[in-house]
């Protein structure tokens, strides 16, 4: 394999990772938004769209790329529930109660999904699994250039809903300046429960994809896919969703490229060095606002 086929590939594989990364991050950045909260247990919602696409699957046979449009509304009625029962009485209160109840609520999540499903490792075999396609000097799978795909329909479906709808511009007010939607009439309490879902939608969709992609799971998946997606949002800057797309892409390749130069080892460290390099040289992240 030539210099430029390598390249190609680790561009292209990084460009797979990280729609699954952005996706989630996306979701994490719409909830600090226009919330403001710390959400450690985001990664749960990503497994638990996992195992609703994995059970639909098994009882149905049904695409799970179809599933996955079942997986997100799943998600936004479990978002809304989180959103009214936890996070709302403490909304305000500070951060340290964000923090513990999220840690709360990742062990009910994990210990939930392992009564109803185990803890097995599992996986969902894609019907397009083992089928290629030409790309340029590369053959590359077909349920990654889908997921590529899916990926941006969803991101384009996002930016749609935010920029012409009423509730997207509600949610846009909200966000740059809370009080003010309030004063002007917004029921922040209703755009908080929307956004919450939305975003766990957007984790279910990672969630989805990453079944599809013939990753393995169990219910104690979703903490590192947390941890990463937490460092995107920090990378591309708090609140900023297009510095989460760029975050995700540049976690990517920076994983993908460190796998395959230096060793699987070092795949999860050097996405962690990118982001100590940014923040040294520009604290607020890619996209966040200037400091001062």
């Known amino acids: 394999m030539d ?3 390598i390249i190609l590939q680790i561009l292209f594989w990084g460009l797979y990772a990280g729609c699954i990364y952005i996706l989630l991050a996306t979701g994490l950045n719409l909830i600090f938004g226009v919330m403001k909260v710390v959400n ?6 990503l497994m638990v769209g996992a195992y609703i696409t994995f059970t639909v699957f098994l009882l149905t046979g049904f695409n799970p790329y179809v599933i996955l449009l079942l997986s997100m509304l799943a998600l936004v009625g479990i978002g809304a529930v989180v959103e009214r029962l ?26 939930g999904a392992a009564m109803i499903w185990g ?13 290629t396609v030409p ?15 899916v990926t941006a329909l ?7 809903f935010l920029k012409k709808t009423t509730i997207g511009m509600q949610m846009r007010a909200t966000s740059q300046n809370r009080k003010g939607a309030m004063l002007v009439g917004i029921d922040v309490e209703r755009i908080d429960v929307i956004s919450f879902g939305l975003g766990c939608a957007l984790a279910a969709a990672a969630g989805t994809l990453w079944v599809v992609s013939g990753q393995v799971f169990n219910p104690y998946m979703g903490a590192i896919p947390a941890v990463k997606a937490f460092a995107i949002i920090i990378l591309g800057g708090l609140g900023s969703i297009p510095g989460a797309i760029i975050g995700g892409l540049l976690m990517g390749l920076a994983e993908n490229g460190a796998a395959f130069l230096l060793g699987g080892i070092w795949k999860d460290a050097v996405s962690f060095i990118v982001l100590i390099v940014v923040l040294a040289i520009r604290p607020t992240g890619l996209f966040g606002g200037k400091e001062g």
Request: one cysteine or more; charged letters at 15%.
């Open 3 to 5: 210099e430029i086929s």
């Open 40 to 45: 450690f247990a985001h990664g749960e919602f």
């Open 86 to 111: 936890c996070f709302r009485p403490i909304l305000g209160t500070g951060k340290l109660n964000e923090i513990f109840l999220s840690i709360g609520l990742i062990y009910i999540f994990q210990n």
């Open 119 to 131: 803890d097995a490792w599992q996986s969902v075999k894609s019907p397009y699994d083992g089928i």
């Open 135 to 149: 790309v340029g000097p590369l053959s590359v799978p077909l349920d990654y250039i889908i997921i590529m795909v």
């Open 154 to 160: 969803v991101l384009c479906g996002l930016y749609l």
